[in-house]
Every structure is written in C-alpha cells, then in structure tokens.
C-alpha cells in the first residue's frame, strides 16, 4: 500500500487549482489531471491529518459509478492513463488515485438529491414542514424515505465558506430554464438508478450531490465525484431504523471526535489521533469493498 498523500506535487504540469480534496493540473488545452488526495475536510476545513486510502476510494468508487450510469449522461473522463500524462517519478502520486478528464465549464450550482429525511432537511422539516421550501406530508420521522427523491439545489461556495440551498427558480435564473430542468431529471434519474443498486449491495445512499459542466456546444457532462462516502450520506441497510439518524460510511466519525473536543471549528483544525485517522480509513474502504464488490487498486 502506498504512503498517503497529503498533497500533491506534480512538478511536470502547471498546477491550476487546489481544493478542499482534489489537486487540479493542465494536461492541455483542453484535458485536465484530477489527483485526490488524502485530505479530508469537516465542517469546511481541511485538517492536518491525511486518512490512508481515501484518494484511491473516492476515484474509485466514482470511477465504478461513472461506468454504470454512462447510459444516463456523459461524464468528464477520457480513458488516457494519468501515468502517461507525468514524468517517471510522479507516477506514484497518481497510481490509482487520479483520473484524466475533459475541460469543461463547470455549472454554478451542486445539485442535491435528497431521499430521505436528515441532516439540515429534517431541521427544516421540523420547523416549517418543508424541505427547501418544498411541502411534505405530515407525521415524517427523522430518517424518512421522502415519498419521491428530491431535488434540492444549492449554490457553490468558496473554500471555507458554506454551500447555500437555493430555489427552483433561482437555479433556473442561473443556468436558464431548459438546462435547470435538464439536470434535474438527470440528477434524480442518476440518484434513483445509483441508490436502487446500493441497496442490493447493502447501503442506502441517503442523499447525495452531483456536479455537471457543459462544452463548448452545450453538452452537458457529469463531473468532479459521483456517489462517493463524501459526497454523499451511505448507511448500512441493516442498521436502518425510521427514527434514528444512523451510523453513516462517511466522515461522521472525525466530526463526531472533533466535536467532543471542543474545537471551534474555524482554521487551524486539530490533528486526529492514530485511531480516529485509522477507524475512518476503514470506513471508506468497507463502502468501497461493499458497494463494487472488489479490492481496492493502492
């Protein structure tokens, strides 16, 4: 197994952005080197420690879930080989863990799908009986199957800063109103296929964002990650109960630790003891192993 990867330094290419997990390099005009790294970022800022593994499961999971919902809408990646596309020593900063796409204009919205009731929607709920300002019966638990998935958009925000929910019509102001519809079918085609085949698999996929970009002709592509453990809610089927919030694959566990700290969640964010570090790793793998029933490639 590979060493983790805190970041990237791929010296061979010309380094155009660095996100929260991902490091983004030119490969042309017209093609881009995705690198996720072993960053994990909670409650919007990144900490110091890296979780071994999790590059290579997200870009593998989204890599399995890119394949499987192609019939859907097309997606960013062009099968060129990342160890191709850098010099002989950086190969093993990209084995596994990177991906080379299209460049395309990314959209100004996440698209949220939301099947069940949790998280900031079940405050929602609580309070005013809607989710996004979009009505739901009454008498709904915490953890409900939502009668129909949702979507829910919001708007993209700067690192360190907070994804806001935006309405319907405020996604079609953006993005004009035939592509607005466009991605929302597509967005809750792709959740409703995605979330069918988790539960053969053992995991309910609770909600979960998508992001698209269009070329040039206004093609729209599917981009960034897909139905991954950050960005999306899994729970185990078995330990699902209407009522409960239940134990997620994702990195509720580092937020539940961080919490009990007492730490005030703005930068620096504290170091995660070895056995936080590990018990997430683990995490991530097991939704990994689970949800394509194979190894991971590290």
């Not at 010296?11 to 996100?19: D, I, P």
């Not at 490969?27 to 979780?51: C, G, Y």
């Not at 593994?53 to 870009?59: D, F, I, N, P, R």
């Not at 069918?196 to 960034?224: M, N, S």
Request: charged share 20%; proline share 6%; hydrophobic share 40%.
């Amino acid at each position: 197994m590979s060493s983790p990867l805190l970041y990237s330094n791929i010296t061979s290419l010309h380094k155009l952005n660095q996100g929260k997990v991902r490091d983004i390099y030119a490969v042309d005009a017209n093609q881009l080197l995705l690198i996720t790294t072993d960053r994990l970022s909670a409650f919007d800022v990144i900490l110091p420690t890296p979780i071994a593994s999790k590059g290579a499961v997200l870009t593998q999971i989204a890599n399995f879930w890119f394949d499987k919902l192609k019939h859907i809408v097309p997606n960013h990646l062009t099968g060129i080989d990342p160890a191709t596309v850098v010099s002989a020593d950086e190969k093993s900063q990209v084995h596994g863990r990177a991906i080379v796409t299209k460049k395309l204009k990314p959209l100004p919205i996440e698209a949220i799908v939301r099947g069940y009731l949790v998280g900031s929607g079940w405050k929602e709920y609580q309070a005013k009986g809607t989710v996004c300002g979009i009505a739901l019966p009454a008498n709904l638990q915490e953890a409900s199957q939502l009668p129909q998935p949702l979507f829910t958009p919001s708007s993209k925000a700067e690192i360190g800063d907070h994804d806001e929910n935006i309405s319907l019509e405020k996604c079609a102001t953006l993005l004009g109103k035939e592509l607005a519809e466009k991605v929302a079918k597509v967005s809750v085609q792709l959740y409703t296929e995605a979330a069918q085949y988790a539960l053969t698999r053992g995991i309910i996929i609770a909600d979960t964002k998508f992001e698209f970009g269009v070329d040039d002709a206004g093609t729209l592509y599917l981009i960034d990650e897909i139905l991954t453990p950050d960005s999306s809610r899994f729970w185990p089927a078995d330990g699902y109960v209407v009522g409960k919030n239940p134990p997620s694959f994702d990195k509720q566990y580092v937020r539940d630790w961080l919490e009990s700290t007492g730490w005030n969640k703005t930068p620096p964010a504290p170091a995660l003891p070895a056995d936080v570090a590990q018990r997430t790793s683990e995490k991530y793998l097991e939704a990994f192993e689970r949800l394509t029933g194979k190894k991971l490639d590290v």
